[in-house]
Nanobody, 125 residues
């Protein structure tokens, strides 16, 4: 019932920046916690960042702290991931996800109920 569409991925050189967007429809976006995950070749899907429904409260993976920022615009039903100082190891398919019954800022895959199709981010050396 919730549809998520990611956009903004692409090819960027190391040290560059990208902003990913995830547009949600089909539910009450302002009540969801939202998260970003990524999956690199040969690896499991890993937590990147999450944000509470109100926007108050965020969580980040240690590997992206200080470089990535998650934000949301509830009026636009959209969550963003600003990625700065990108590294080749950030290369992955990035997915957004919605937790429709949040209790806390969710960092586990199984906390999320709906997933987008993903957008490819490739960071070259």
């Amino acid at each position: 019932q919730v549809h998520l569409v990611e956009s903004g991925g692409g090819l960027v050189q190391a040290g560059g920046s990208l902003r990913l967007s995830c547009a949600a429809s089909g539910g009450t976006f302002s009540s969801y916690a939202m998260g970003w995950f990524r999956q690199a070749p040969g690896k499991e899907r890993a937590f990147v960042a999450a944000i509470r429904s109100s926007g108050r409260g965020t969580a980040y993976a240690d590997s992206v702290k200080g470089r990535f920022t998650i934000a949301r615009d509830n009026a636009k039903n959209t969550v963003y991931l600003q990625m700065n100082s990108l590294k080749p190891e950030d290369t992955a398919v990035y997915y957004c996800a919605a937790d429709v019954n949040p209790v806390m800022v969710p960092t586990r895959r199984n906390a999320y109920d709906y997933w987008g199709q993903g957008t490819q981010v490739t960071v070259s050396s």
